[in-house]
């Protein structure tokens, strides 16, 4: 179930990975050569997402960071979760609760991780979570 991983997350524990670039915004942001990862992880028995969001090589400092749903790739949405204390960082973690429909949009592949600036107010870089 969780083949690659170096670290096994336990069994009622579900991963979902991005990576994120310029070239993945829609419109895809032609100016920045700007990456990033993220790691969220959903316990099944509480609904609880965590995230662990990196990324560097922006055209400025991040101001906002976002999950972003129910769009699949190359399609827009609006913000399901707001990342806190992004503005000025490389990386940014946290926790929320996900609904069940909302876990439903996450498992179809529907949500993506999308980090801003001030040069692009509408996201600079961005990756689709894919389960793991």
């Given amino acids: 179930m969780n083949q690659g991983s170096t670290a096994a997350a ?5 991963v979902y990975t991005a990576t994120l670039t310029a070239a993945e915004e ?6 920045s050569s700007g990456t990033g990862t993220a790691e969220v992880r959903v316990d099944m ?7 662990k969001v990196s990324y560097r090589g922006l055209t400025g400092p991040a101001t906002m960071g976002h ?13 399901v979760v707001p990342f806190t204390n992004v503005a000025g960082q490389s ?3 946290g926790k929320a609760k996900l609904t069940q429909a909302q876990y439903g949009d996450l498992a179809a592949g529907l ?3 999308n980090i801003h600036t001030a040069a692009h107010p509408g996201g600079e870089i961005r990756g689709q979570l894919m389960r793991k």
Avoid: F
Avoid at 26 to 31: K, L, N, Q
Avoid at 67 to 79: C, D, F
């Fill in 111 to 113: 949500y993506y991780v």
């Fill in 91 to 93: 990386s940014a973690e």
């Fill in 10 to 14: 336990p069994s009622n524990v579900q």
């Fill in 45 to 51: 028995s509480t609904n609880e997402l965590t995230w």
């Fill in 26 to 31: 829609v419109p895809p942001a032609t100016d």
């Fill in 67 to 79: 999950i972003h749903g129910p769009a699949a790739k190359g399609q827009n949405a609006g913000v």
